[in-house]
């Protein structure tokens, strides 16, 4: 099962404690931190299969910090817990390549449903191979895999699921409604303004190669 773990990085012992609660009764293994530093070092141990970070932690190492860091290092999945109604936190986290985000007070079970979506998502259930190209990139959906020019580009899972969704309608346009539906589930009740960050992150990590056009008022459209 060591490939069910999840690490939870955050201080306050009483959402540490339902959150492995509900976590293993999924059936997921908890690992826990209490600071950024300690996140860091578990998840390097663990590899998990998600983490869990907390934005308010004790010391030099906040939330967004762990995030921007476990994003140089790879592409493990990440929610972030924030502060309720604070928009800003929720734009800075996903700019930093969190893949969702729940909002404190949560539900515990919104949270486990949370993860086992993103799992889902990032599991590359489809094994048919069915690869789009858009000028020079090539978008391998079945596989999950994007390469520009021949070179592999590291897309955070939900960044893929957008780029998938675009791909899979090329020459379409897709609103932010649909392209919510289609990569984050219709179960997400996030704002549209989500769908701009990712493709941002889309724009910055494939360049001008990405013939993606935004339809002002409408939506967005690849190829
Ligand atoms: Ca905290």
């Known amino acids: 099962m060591a490939d069910r773990t999840v690490v939870v990085v955050e201080d306050d012992d009483h959402i540490a404690e339902l959150l492995e609660l509900y976590l293993s009764r ?17 998840v390097g141990r663990c590899q998990p299969v998600l983490a869990v970070v907390d934005i308010g932690l004790p010391g030099n190492v906040d939330g967004f910090e ?15 817990l924030t502060a309720r109604g604070d928009e800003t936190d929720r734009v800075v986290g ?49 596989r999950h895999e994007v390469r520009r020019a021949g070179e592999h580009v590291d897309l955070a899972p939900r960044e893929f699921a957008l780029l998938a969704a675009l791909a899979e309608h090329k020459g379409m346009v897709l609103s932010r409604r649909q392209l919510l539906d289609r990569a984050w589930g219709y ?17 910055r990590k494939l360049g001008d190669d990405l013939p993606l056009a ?3 008022r409408t939506g967005y459209r690849l190829g």
């Open 26 to 42: 999924a059936s997921f293994r908890v690992e826990r931190a209490m600071t950024g530093e300690g996140g860091l070092a578990l």
């Open 66 to 80: 762990v995030c921007r860091q476990l994003r140089a290092r790879g592409s493990v999945p990440i929610v972030m």
């Open 94 to 142: 996903l700019e930093l390549g969190a893949d969702d985000y729940v909002t404190k007070p949560f539900s515990p079970r919104e949270l486990v449903a949370r993860v086992k979506a993103i799992l889902r998502r990032s599991s590359g259930a489809s094994p048919a191979t069915n690869t789009v190209v858009v000028g020079e990139v090539v978008i391998d959906i079945g």
């Open 187 to 203: 179960d997400w009740y996030g704002d549209e303004r989500t769908v701009d960050v990712h493709v941002g992150q889309l724009r």
């Open 214 to 216: 935004t339809l002002r």
